[in-house]
């Protein structure tokens, strides 16, 4: 079976070295390479491949461009599959990229780009609708879950959660405002203890999983699903 796959990667030489990957598996045809994102979705729409293997953070924000990526073709190519690489576990890209479900997604770290045969196989399941998730993510996505069930943080609203993960990396407020692309004067608290107050807008208070003052959810809102999971590097299932 051949599979078709477009890749993107902002970094040259992240780009070239999965590019080589790609091209040295006799049964992957890489058929595009794009830099940014509004390169990408011309290059889909043009090839329309089995696979895209997309960075989560692309020109020209450098933000979330993998997941609305994933978005956006859920909407007008939900046949095509979307595998997304990432520097890091971050377990919110994770939940955002399978909101809308989990068929024909992945999400994989990008040390596995150095096995060729684990990347392989990865874009072979997402290509046949299936899922795949680092390990790594796995273990990151049930840790937030245990958080949630015993901390109450359930109750924050996506943004607020995306904040409380920054500030737990120690990121300053300017670095939570470019990240989050708002104003500093946004994030108006940084906790510096278990217990200690987040402020958002003066709307949200965290003190010891207890939260007051903040404002209703949008009636359509909804919570991100759990997927299905398949474990990739993993011959354990949990």
Known sequence: ????????????????????????????????????????????????PDVVLSDVRMPPSHT????????????SHPGIGVVILSQHADPLYALALFEDGSEGRGYLLKDCVRDQGELSRALFEVARGGTVVDGKIV??????????????????????????????????????AEALVVTKRA????????????????TVQLDNGKRAGHRKAPANSRPARAPRLHRQGSTEDR
């Open 1 to 48: 079976m051949m599979i078709r796959v477009i890749l993107g990667e902002d970094s040259y030489l992240a780009r070239e070295g999965i590019s080589r990957v790609l091209e040295a598996t006799e049964e992957i045809e890489l058929v595009a390479s794009c830099a940014e994102y509004g390169e990408l979705l011309q290059a889909v729409v043009r090839h329309e």
């Open 139 to 176: 273990n990151e996505l049930l840790a937030v879950r245990r958080l949630r069930e015993t901390t109450g943080l359930e109750t924050l609203t996506a943004r607020e959660q995306e904040i409380l993960a920054l500030v737990a990396e120690g990121r300053s407020n300017g670095d939570i």
């Open 187 to 202: 994030v108006k608290g940084r906790p510096s203890s278990e217990g200690d107050a987040l402020v958002l807008d003066g």
């Open 64 to 75: 979330d461009e993998g997941i609305r990526l994933a978005n956006e073709l859920g909407r």
